[in-house]
């Protein structure tokens, strides 16, 4: 069973615990009304999609700018190089990097990540295909 860290709850129920799934629901409780025993999670959806070609680069540039609109965002590196992408406001290179993206392969940032997305290729060659959920 997946092991639960941190548990925070509030309105008349335990305000924290750790433990695993199954004690999870001694922590939270299985029965009761709804007011004092409800885990509620909030799922945000996007309608607009948001296109973005990137010329590949042998120095540092910018894939996606900040967005604190941002829900998600996708990259598909069309390049024949491998694109270095980081997730960071320090410049992406050979070495530093969050993930290295082969030729036709894509990516997914994680959810709720609103920063700016930096990347540069082996060398110069295609582009990046990114969308952006806002």
Do not use: C
């Amino acid at each position: 069973m997946p092991n639960i860290t941190s548990v925070n709850l509030t309105d008349g129920i335990p305000t924290s615990g750790t433990g695993t799934v199954s004690t999870l629901d001694n922590i939270i409780g299985t029965t009761g009304t709804p007011s004092t025993n409800v885990l509620s999670v909030q799922w945000t959806a996007s309608n607009t999609g948001t296109f973005h070609t990137v010329a590949s680069s042998a120095t540092n540039v910018t894939i996606l700018a900040a967005n604190s609109n941002r829900i998600g965002a996708t990259i598909f590196n069309e390049s024949t190089q491998v694109l270095f992408l980081g997730l960071s406001a320090t410049a992406a290179s050979a070495t530093a990097y969050t993930v290295q993206m082969a030729s036709n392969t894509y990516y997914e940032v994680p959810f709720g990540y609103k920063g700016i997305i930096q990347g540069l290729w082996a060398s110069a060659n295609g582009n990046a295909r990114v969308t952006e959920m806002t």
